[in-house]
């Protein structure tokens, strides 16, 4: 059922763009036109019964016409034919040695090159032949050729092919109803029937003649060396045409993902029938197979009976074709050709440092040839990624009265040390050096270039100081230690956020803790030692990843939230709100508190960051966040007992008077185990009121460029719920608005 409602209107939807196609691709091939009907039918039947993809289609392909045309030149049709076969069976014998994901390897720049050179040189040639005459031997040639064939043009041949370009091009751009029409058949369709109609001198396609050129293919005469070449060329760039295809229609449609091993074994089949039978070689085509997922084909069915209707078409109807005029054809693969030269793989390229490959592969095909090109281009793609790979950077900074600072990155192997010792030896004698390796790889000769630099810099009286944030490369070498030839990955994010006392050993950032009986002075010293060593940690592992945002905010600020919180240990915005450097606007104090406009004991400090905030900054929300078992607010829950002996916190503490005071309100003069909990959230809800009493604060609330929103966080379940605040905060006039949204 899914056949005939699905794959069936597919099928027939790739059978007209195959057509047209195929017997473009033949003449630009040097091959017979028939050959291209050949490879369609096999391509179709063979390789879509077999092969390891639900929806690609597979066919002449225009990549390998280059590669047919040379062969054709060099041995003949019908040994080209048997070159076919032979790296069809290629083909099958590395999908049965499960070696399809080896072609993945290739960079997908030398493939978009080579698919663009050999869209160039298809364009240049054929155009030619649109403009009456006949193609050169070479892309050079046809280029120095073209301005006396533009001037010896025939106009009834410039004309057909002229208007099959138009049709192509406008083709996209009419109704939906009238494009269901594949463009090539539409092109071919009006070119033919114009030039009928007005009896225009043009040159017809004649299948007869290659009809009588087919033959069973003969083993190639020549050097042996030349022809395994020739195989083994046309086996490799057809089966990674065709991998490369299949991973690309794989993202267009939401069924079976592909089998490339079955993919590579159903090809070098169907190259084995189609160089058997007189065909050209076969590969996977992204123009077909996009084409039959469009159209909403769900099973290779669409492909096999794409393949049947192009059989029966060559054999019942094979006399349409004659109608169809040769510069026509020729106009198709101008268009083709032109299509292949695709900028939106130079952008993606581009974006990764790969257009040199990518021009490298081009010019070289459209100079020297397919193989030669090819060749260039992925010695080059090498010779970059071993460059990536290699890749040292070496960064210094100098504090003031303090240590200098070097940053390692990269993979330190041998090829680096030439950079690496220049970079260190103008670090001068005896400074102090904090050496901060952020390496994933570190062989002999670079850890023996850093090793003997450290040596020397300490002998003439400086330190050394080596920070490593990946695995001990340098600390294994130095104990003689065998390390991993492998390069190792990044370890996973320290949990930065964890106490020091609860990480584990190796990771602390400080010394053992400080014995029983120790006195103050040396608790000091502790602690000094605890974020004087985080400090160090951080600059090791966090500061060379968040530099790059640090290093945009370095100008202005520009927070969208004012965050007033407790001054409690436990409390970090931060954390608790997943916001990043430059989000939060924090102020800090005991007990949350924001006081009241003109309220004793008068304080600047919290008033002056508010009009801050809102003035200067313009954030768009203050946030008041309370939390769970708060000192400050048991403080004023005792009436000021707890902090009898202090006070300044007696003063300050005067400020949650008025919660206390709504607290009594609502919940009356009894104390329940969870009244403390409860006075922290109408704190909250008091300390959004008092925000009010702010002229500039009220205003911008009522205009609607402001917001209040409560917080608090429970510390026992490591939750954050909102707190409503005691009245709507709305602005002004948009009361309706809110009661029909409540």
Known sequence: ????????????????????????????????????????????????????????????????????????????????????????????????????????????????????????????????????????????????ELPGQIADMHGHKVAVGVLTIVV????????????????????????????????????????????????????????????????????????????????????????????????????????????????????????????????????????ILHGFWVLVFALGFGWLIKLIPLEALAA?????????????????????????????????????????????????????????????????????????????SGS?????????????????????????????FMDNGAFDAIHSWRLDHERMGGTVRIDELHDEWYALAASGARTSPVKSPPKAPDRWWLPWAHRRRHEEPHPAPVEAGSDGASAAGQAECLLTAGAREYHSRTAPLVKPIFTALARKQQPSHLFITCADSRIMPSLITSSGPGDLFTVRNIGNLVPRRGSEPHDDSVVAAIEYATQVLGVHTITVCGHSGCGAMAGVLSGGVQAGSLPGLRKWLRHGDHSLARFIETEGDRLHSGALDVLCRVNVQQQLENLLTYRKVEEQVRAGKLELVGLFFDIGSARVHMVPPLRPMVPAGREDQRLMTD
């Open 1 to 144: 059922m899914s056949t005939l409602r699905h794959d069936v209107p597919a099928s027939l939807v790739v059978f007209l763009v195959a057509v047209p196609l195929s017997l473009g691709i033949a003449m630009a091939s040097g091959a017979p036109l028939v050959a291209g009907l050949i490879a369609a039918v096999v391509g179709g039947i063979v390789a879509g019964a077999l092969g390891g993809s639900a929806v690609q289609v597979s066919g002449p392909a225009a990549g390998l016409s280059l590669v047919v045309v040379d062969l054709v030149h060099t041995y003949g049709w019908r040994a080209t034919c048997m070159i076919t076969l032979l790296a069809g069976a290629v083909q099958l014998l590395l999908g049965v040695f499960k070696a399809a994901r080896a072609a993945l390897a290739v960079s997908p720049a030398v493939i978009h090159g080579m698919l663009a050179a050999v869209g160039v040189i298809i364009a240049l040639s054929q155009l030619h032949i649109v403009l009456g005459g006949s193609s050169q031997h070479s892309a050079i040639a046809n280029l120095i």
């Open 168 to 303: 192509l091009a406008l083709w996209t751009r009419l109704p939906q109803r009238v494009r269901a029409v594949p463009a090539p058949l539409a092109a071919l369709f009006v070119a033919a029937v114009t030039a009928w109609a007005f009896g225009w001198d043009v040159t017809r396609v004649d299948l007869s003649e290659s009809v009588g050129e087919w033959a069973f293919p003969v083993w190639p005469a020549g050097d042996w060396h030349m022809i395994v070449s020739s195989v083994l060329l046309v086996a490799l760039l057809a089966g990674c045409e065709s991998l490369l295809c299949c991973v690309a229609v794989d993202g267009m449609h939401g069924g079976r993902r592909a089998d490339l091993d079955q993919e590579l074994t159903g090809q070098g089949v169907a190259n084995m029938a189609t160089g058997a039978l007189g065909g050209l070689p076969v590969a996977g085509v992204i123009v077909r197979s996009t084409a039959n997922v469009k159209a909403g084909a769900r099973t290779r069915m669409s492909a």
């Open 332 to 408: 198709l693969l101008v268009f083709i050709g032109v299509q292949m030269v695709n900028l939106g793989h130079v952008k993606k390229v581009h974006g990764h440092g790969e257009v040199p490959v990518y021009a490298m592969t081009m010019a070289g095909v459209i100079l020297l040839g397919l193989a030669e090109g090819v060749l260039a281009g992925l010695a080059l793609a090498a010779l970059l990624a071993l460059r990536r790979l290699t890749q040292v950077t070496v960064l210094k900074r100098e504090d003031r009265d303090g240590p200098l600072h070097v940053t390692i």
């Open 412 to 440: 330190l192997t041998f090829l680096g040390v030439p950079r690496l010792t220049h970079e260190l030896r103008t670090i001068p004698a005896g400074a102090d050096v904090d050496l901060d390796l952020n390496i994933d």
